[in-house]
């Protein structure tokens, strides 16, 4: 029966004496694999200053009790002989800066416990327990009584490599390479005294110990790839295992080929590099350079690069703007006001070049700057009414920048097929024009009621610049379908010779056909047309003057029929 008692008493607690220290930081961290329990002498206060920060800062014969923490929580309990009051606390270590974690303030019932959760695996930690301003000698009885035990090392979060020598943290010369292990704690896991055991394999094999995370290191001078892995690392009690590994490589050479378009202007500064790492010296000039050694860490080196030089250029710009488009800004060095004449300008911008080096950055230039002024009323595409037709409202406006939107403000949808758009050399700027060659090419404005109005006008702008391909009739702009009979209007473009032609627009009434046109009109020339149909009389205007009016007598058809341009 003798023999049962002490093996359950071995497993489960052990009842000792001097397991506390007074005052002093402990020297002895104690290992807990089960519940123990001891008593505690705590003498008469001599007016000592621990060595111990506690949780309230006031010592009288503080006793400390480290541990090492292999499991997250932990409860203590003090029994002592009444009417002494005792206070007792949980705190992180000796040194450094000290976090109270847990504190059960002063208590004469005879009896304190102290729970404490959220133990960091690995860590030290410190138990104290003290009298409070007491006069004789107490003797507790202290349980202690740790939750499970774990295995996992908190703490360490990452491990790379360097060398002094070189910014690559997976390729290194031979030689000596430097292990950074990285945690928020980093000043706790050094001030223990453990040992952290690695091992590595690869080109070569070895393990090696070390005792602080300060200063790790290893040489290695085989070429080839290799694993470097924390293994595992003791304290005082159970081993922890932290996982972290890192690969990398011994490299025998290093060899650089490569081509740069450099800018003349920073080659004539004499001091231009290709890379930072460049050994060889600095280039002034188009060629071949090379350097061939080694690094400050012991790695064969051989560059070669190949420098093309960018000369300046001198270079003609064209830019056609309309008066919406001033002030204008050019490359962010020259701005400029609206001319009713064309703007020219000579200019030097330094890193202002069409033309970039092998980075992207611009080089010098020298630009012949040509600022294009056209004629708001002759080429610029705009939604604002003409003088003829002030007193209307839009119900359609194309300007064909950049696309076939109506942007009238009332949503008619448009849709375009095949068409291509001529920017003018100006695409930041409103200046596109809709190109229509006459083969499968037009636009198509879906019917709405407001293109059945008896009272309505079309202004349109148009310039002829090729010769009739496809017939001696082309059609600008339609509604209905002439086969069904419900044509409504078109006006179209008859040939006269290669470059002279007729507009003739027909407009249809229940019976009449009213015709309306200009003779003569070249190729290669803006006009601004506008038809107004009023409900006695449709006029024709060029270039916003009347050219022609003729009476009506009846309202024109109505159709659903699309209406389209360059059919």
Same mark, same amino acid.
């Given at each position: @029966?003798?023999?049962?008692?002490?093996?359950?008493?071995?497993?489960?607690?052990?009842?000792?004496?001097?397991?506390?220290?007074?005052?002093?930081?402990?020297?002895?961290?104690?290992?807990?694999?089960?519940?123990?329990? *001891?008593?505690? #002498?705590?003498?008469?206060?001599?007016?000592?200053?621990?060595?111990?920060?506690?949780?309230?800062?006031? %010592?009288?014969?503080?006793?400390?009790?480290?541990?090492?923490?292999?499991?997250?929580?932990?409860?203590?309990?003090?029994?002592?002989?009444?009417?002494?009051?005792?206070?007792?606390?949980?705190?992180?270590?000796?040194?450094?800066?000290?976090?109270?974690?847990?504190?059960?303030?002063?208590?004469?019932?005879?009896?304190?416990?102290?729970?404490?959760?959220?133990?960091?695996?690995?860590?030290?930690?410190?138990?104290?327990?003290?009298?409070?301003?007491?006069?004789?000698?107490?003797?507790?009885?202290?349980?202690?009584?740790?939750?499970?035990?774990?295995?996992?090392?908190?703490?360490?979060?990452?491990?790379?490599?360097?060398?002094?020598?070189?910014?690559?943290?997976?390729?290194?010369?031979?030689?000596?390479?430097?292990?950074?292990?990285?945690?928020?704690?980093?000043?706790?896991?050094?001030?223990?005294?453990?040992?952290?055991?690695?091992?590595?394999?690869? %080109?070569?094999?070895?393990?090696?110990?070390?005792?602080?995370?300060?200063?790790?290191?290893?040489?290695?001078?085989?070429?080839?790839?290799?694993?470097?892995?924390?293994?595992?690392?003791?304290?005082?009690?159970?081993?922890?295992?932290?996982?972290?590994?890192?690969?990398?490589?011994?490299? $025998?050479?290093?060899?650089?080929? #490569?081509?740069?378009?450099?800018?003349?202007?920073?080659?004539? $500064?004499?001091?231009?590099?290709?890379?930072?790492?460049?050994?060889?010296?600095?280039?002034?000039?188009?060629?071949?350079?090379?350097?061939?050694? $080694?690094?400050?860490?012991?790695?064969?080196?051989?560059?070669?690069?190949?420098?093309? #030089?960018?000369?300046?250029?001198?270079?003609?710009?064209?830019?056609?703007?309309?008066?919406?488009?001033?002030?204008?800004?050019?490359?962010?060095?020259?701005?400029?006001?609206?001319?009713?004449?064309?703007?020219?300008?000579?200019?030097?911008?330094?890193?202002?070049?069409?033309?970039?080096?092998?980075?992207?950055?611009?080089?010098?230039?020298?630009?012949?700057?040509?600022?294009?002024?056209?004629?708001?009323?002759?080429?610029?595409?705009?939604?604002?009414?003409?003088?003829?037709?002030?007193?209307?409202?839009?119900?359609?406006?194309?300007?064909?920048?950049?696309?076939?939107?109506?942007?009238?403000?009332? !949503?008619?949808?448009?849709?375009? *097929?095949?068409?291509?758009?001529?920017?003018?050399?100006?695409?930041? !700027?409103?200046?596109?024009?809709?190109?229509?060659?006459?083969?499968?090419?037009?636009?198509?404005?879906?019917?709405?009621?407001?293109?059945?109005?008896?009272?309505?006008?079309?202004?349109?702008?148009? !310039?002829?610049?090729?010769?009739?391909?496809?017939?001696?009739?082309?059609?600008?702009?339609?509604?209905?379908? %002439?086969?069904?009979?419900?044509?409504?209007?078109?006006?179209?473009?008859?040939?006269?010779?290669?470059?002279?032609?007729? @507009?003739?627009?027909?407009?249809?009434?229940?019976?009449?056909?009213?015709?309306?046109?200009?003779?003569?009109?070249?190729?290669?020339?803006?006009?601004?047309?506008?038809?107004?149909?009023?409900?006695?009389?449709?006029?024709?205007?060029?270039?916003?003057?009347?050219?022609?009016?003729? %009476?009506?007598?009846?309202?024109?058809?109505?159709?659903?029929?699309?209406?389209?341009?360059?059919?």
């Amino acid at each position: @029966m003798l023999y049962k008692v002490l093996t359950l008493l071995l497993v489960s607690a052990t009842l000792s004496f001097g397991q506390f220290e007074l005052d002093v930081c402990p020297n002895t961290t104690h290992c807990l694999t089960g519940n123990v329990d *001891f008593f505690v #002498e705590i003498p008469i206060p001599e007016g000592t200053d621990p060595a111990v920060d506690n949780c309230d800062g006031q %010592a009288f014969s503080q006793m400390n009790y480290a541990f090492e923490a292999n499991f997250e929580s932990i409860v203590v309990v003090a029994d002592w002989q009444e009417p002494e009051s005792v206070k007792m606390g949980l705190v992180s270590d000796c040194f450094g800066e000290v976090d109270c974690l847990v504190e059960v303030t002063c208590t004469g019932d005879g009896v304190l416990e102290l729970v404490a959760e959220g133990l960091e695996i690995g860590k030290r930690y410190v138990l104290y327990i003290d009298g409070c301003n007491h006069d004789e000698v107490i003797v507790a009885e202290v349980g202690i009584y740790p939750g499970e035990v774990n295995e996992i090392l908190y703490g360490l979060d990452d491990m790379t490599l360097s060398q002094e020598c070189t910014e690559s943290t997976e390729a290194f010369c031979p030689g000596r390479i430097d292990i950074n292990i990285f945690s928020e704690e980093l000043e706790l896991w050094n001030g223990r005294m453990g040992d952290w055991f690695f091992h590595y394999w690869g %080109a070569e094999e070895g393990e090696f110990i070390v005792n602080s995370l300060y200063d790790i290191n290893l040489e290695l001078f085989e070429y080839g790839s290799y694993v470097l892995c924390l293994d595992h690392v003791i304290f005082d009690c159970i081993p922890l295992y932290p996982g972290l590994c890192a690969e990398f490589s011994i490299i $025998e050479e290093q060899v650089i080929e #490569e081509e740069y378009d450099v800018c003349a202007h920073e080659l004539n $500064e004499g001091n231009w590099v290709p890379f930072e790492d460049w050994e060889g010296e600095q280039i002034d000039g188009p060629g071949e350079y090379r350097f061939v050694g $080694e690094t400050e860490c012991g790695c064969y080196i051989d560059q070669l690069v190949m420098v093309n #030089e960018i000369p300046e250029e001198e270079t003609e710009v064209i830019i056609e703007l309309c008066p919406q488009d001033y002030p204008y800004d050019f490359l962010g060095e020259e701005e400029y006001d609206y001319s009713q004449t064309d703007i020219e300008d000579l200019l030097y911008i330094d890193e202002g070049s069409l033309l970039e080096d092998y980075d992207g950055n611009p080089c010098d230039s020298i630009i012949y700057l040509i600022l294009v002024n056209e004629e708001p009323q002759t080429r610029c595409s705009s939604c604002n009414l003409p003088l003829s037709l002030e007193k209307g409202k839009i119900v359609v406006c194309l300007p064909f920048d950049n696309g076939t939107i109506d942007v009238s403000g009332r !949503n008619t949808i448009v849709r375009p *097929f095949g068409i291509d758009y001529d920017d003018n050399g100006s695409k930041e !700027n409103d200046f596109w024009e809709a190109l229509l060659d006459g083969r499968d090419d037009y636009v198509e404005i879906p019917h709405i009621d407001d293109l059945n109005t008896s009272v309505f006008s079309v202004n349109f702008q148009f !310039n002829k610049d090729e010769r009739f391909e496809n017939g001696p009739v082309e059609t600008l702009i339609s509604k209905g379908d %002439a086969n069904t009979g419900n044509l409504r209007f078109n006006i179209q473009l008859e040939k006269v010779n290669e470059s002279i032609f007729n @507009m003739k627009g027909n407009f249809y009434g229940s019976t009449n056909t009213f015709e309306l046109g200009l003779d003569g009109l070249q190729n290669s020339v803006w006009y601004d047309v506008a038809y107004v149909v009023e409900s006695d009389s449709i006029s024709l205007y060029l270039n916003g003057y009347l050219e022609k009016t003729i %009476a009506v007598d009846q309202n024109l058809r109505g159709n659903e029929e699309s209406m389209y341009l360059g059919t």
